[in-house]
């Protein structure tokens, strides 16, 4: 639909002079479903298993159950210390 409106807008008015830059503005955009969304999950099943898994993690603590990917990863905790403390920047050897 906009290229057959720029088709009739040169058609109309364009006389031959050199075209430096052409701007569309969407007056009154409206959604259309065009494309589904990547991240939309219906699965009901597969959100009731997120949240089991989620409740479980929270109760027993962080990767309680994890994917097989993460059997291997560091025990390191999930924490960022501060480079900070109130009196200035840490000092490190």
Request: positive net charge; proline residues 6%.
């Amino acid at each position: 639909m906009i290229y057959e409106l720029g088709q009739q807008i040169l058609n109309e008015v364009w006389r031959g002079q050199p075209v430096y830059q052409i701007q569309v503005t969407a007056l009154a955009p409206q959604p259309v479903q065009l494309q589904a969304d990547l991240f939309a999950n219906d699965d009901v099943r597969r959100i009731k298993l997120n949240a089991t898994l989620d409740q479980i993690n929270q109760r027993y603590g962080e990767l309680t159950l994890a994917p097989a990917s993460l059997l291997k990863s560091t025990k390191m905790t999930n924490v960022i210390s501060p480079a900070w403390k109130p009196s200035g920047h840490r000092q490190t050897v």
